[in-house]
């Protein structure tokens, strides 16, 4: 069963910088697309990047131009780096397949204050 174990997040004022890493378990790394999603309180989880196996990225338009995702296989990791950040960023970060997997990892809490 894969394990997704994600970390970095933290306080930010708006402006600052983040960097989220998460480990995923198994050798189903290599093969899938990954992707970042987030959920800001009552709002439902949403996709905001997306990096295939190739390494071809996709943003939400909200995102775009401020937020990178990248990946090294050889560590099973993907990465968020968020610059610019908005307090309409604060949400809970998660990591999941593009096709997610039902076990989510506890995510970690992006904050960012104006």
């Known amino acids: 069963q894969v394990q997704l174990v994600e970390s970095g997040g933290g306080l930010v004022q708006a402006g600052g910088s983040l960097r989220l890493s998460c480990v995923v378990s198994?050798?189903?790394?290599?093969?899938?697309?990954w992707g970042w999603y987030r959920q800001a309180p009552a709002k439902q989880r949403e996709l905001v990047a997306l990096?295939?196996?190739?390494?071809?990225?996709n943003y939400a338009d909200s995102v775009k131009g401020r937020f990178t995702i990248s990946r090294t296989n050889a560590k099973n990791t993907v990465y968020l780096q968020m610059n610019s950040l908005k307090p309409e960023d604060t949400a809970v970060y998660y990591c999941?397949?593009?096709?997610?997997?039902?076990?989510w990892g506890q995510g970690t809490q992006v904050t960012v204050s104006s």
């Open positions: 999941n397949a593009e096709y997610p997997f039902d076990n």
């Open positions: 198994g050798s189903i790394f290599r093969i899938n697309a």
């Open positions: 990096i295939s196996s190739g390494g071809t990225t």
